[in-house]
């Protein structure tokens, strides 16, 4: 994908385009490249890389066929204004030769090429004779100069008729999706984050399928705060008891529904951004459970102290040496609960050994770079109560576990 950020496309459509891509992905996620006007940033799956030029509009695209792209290549080439119905593994499916060049055939114009989706194979002649063909900008769009160098090998309307117009002729908005329909172009007006159509609203803002836990045994008074904070959206349980915090979290695990699952202490609060950047840092960077910043309260003061962890990415060495991991933040996927369960026999490094746990068994650690909790500091925290040497001795224990 191409971003050159203006009004009409933000980074919130490559945002868009990515969760859709990841969540309906069955096998092994794929490797995402968005091409940009900002830095460059590896994002484990996801590579954002600069753009080589100040190009405008689709002219933006040409680093596409450029030789320094050819160590990606073949690639598969996706519109941010294109809706993602189903897996996009169904149209890499579609290419049974590789050194086939592919693209859309114009929904308006009959023979001619499309560029919204494109199939670039390796080593191809057709693409080096496109970079070498162009001495810059000519008219208003690319499309047009590669109709006059470039003939594809097939069109995508050949394999399948599963990728549809949001326009179709006669001026009428695609209102019902088809039963077939596996993507959805919208070049052109009204973008997607603009379309009044139910189907496209409900695109814009899928469900997200998230379990939160607050495990307590008093309400030590914030108990309301905590349950507020959490989005309407979300599976919330509560789950009060006389056992001590890893019991009264695991007993209502088996009710968990949703695909990402975290905990919240009753005299926490989530920030308001938490649940959607917490998810999108974990599909994004294809890992099982992430950590990030937390806003720290001091009660009865006045003060705040913004915590960043050292590290984005701590091994195990590292954790056991200096434990960095802020459990208000932390957020995990299902599949880690479904083989790991926090260890009751702890009471104060409970959340620590179950980290150190977590990477053990193999599962990636992310980073939100991005504030997901109100963490209270206040006399009646455990870190207060408890004697020092308890704390010390539980500590010392867990790291002789995985030293």
Known sequence: MVLRRSKDFTFKDVTLLVSHITAKWKGEKPHIICLWDGGYYDLGNIELIPLNNDYKGTWSRMMLYSPEMEKYRPFLYIDLDTAVINSLENIFDLVKDGSKFITLEDFYQKGQLATGLVWFP????????VWDSYKGESGWR????????IKPDLFWQDLTDSIVDFKPKGGILLIKLPGNANLVCFH???????????WVKEYVKPKRSVTVIIPYKVDRGWLKDAINSVPKDCQLLVSQ???NWPENFNKVLDQATGDYIRWLHEDDMLTPNCIDDSVRAIEEQGVDFIHGNATEIIEGSDRVINYIPAIEIPTIQYLLNKNIL????MMYKRCI?????LNETLN?????EFNL????????????ATSLAFYRRHPQQKVRVVAKTEKDKEREMVKELYR
């Open 337 to 341: 609960f479904e083989k790991l369960r």
């Open 326 to 329: 802020h459990s208000a933040t």
């Open 348 to 352: 104060t490094a409970e959340e620590f």
């Open 142 to 149: 690319m499309d047009y100069f590669l109709r006059n160098v």
């Open 241 to 243: 008891g006389d056992g």
């Open 357 to 368: 746990r977590v990477l053990k068994s193999g599962f990636k650690l992310g980073y939100c």
């Open 122 to 129: 390796a080593n191809s002649e057709k693409i080096a004779h």
């Open 188 to 198: 052109g007006k009204p973008r997607i984050h603009d379309a009044d159509i139910p």
